[in-house]
């Protein structure tokens, strides 16, 4: 979510929603694209917020969201390396530098477990 906000224009249509969706977080968090998890999930599922952005925005937005209910939720797609692939592919186009932890998803995706999601042997908690 921080490298889909930080790719967006701080004076357009999708960043001003944010700040209306979000009025409590200071614009320096806002702009820097600190949220928790509460707040990506609101966004993630905002059915409104789409109609706030161009084309390049949307293709981005989809791609997170895709990820976030694909890759990063309890159960991992078959087809992961695609999606993950999409992502950073929109991200660009959206305009995003490429941060180190994207770099780091990116080159070590052939190493991610089938099972990242799945309880642990450990008192039954979940892998973090």
Known sequence: ??????TLNKEGDCFKYICTKFPGP???KLKAGVFDGPQTRTLVNDCDFPN??????????????ETVK????????VNYKGIVARLLITLQDAGANM?????????HLDRFPEHL????????????
Request: glycine residues 6%; aromatic residues 10%.
């Open 99 to 107: 941060s180190i932890k994207l770099h780091f998803l990116y080159s």
């Open 117 to 128: 999601g799945d309880l642990s042997d450990e008192q039954g908690e979940r892998f973090h």
């Open 70 to 77: 694909n890759f990063l939720g309890n159960r991992t797609a």
């Open 1 to 6: 979510m921080k490298q889909f906000v930080k």
């Open 26 to 28: 200071t614009i320096e």
């Open 52 to 65: 706030s952005m161009n084309e390049n925005e949307s293709c981005a937005r989809s791609a997170l969201v």
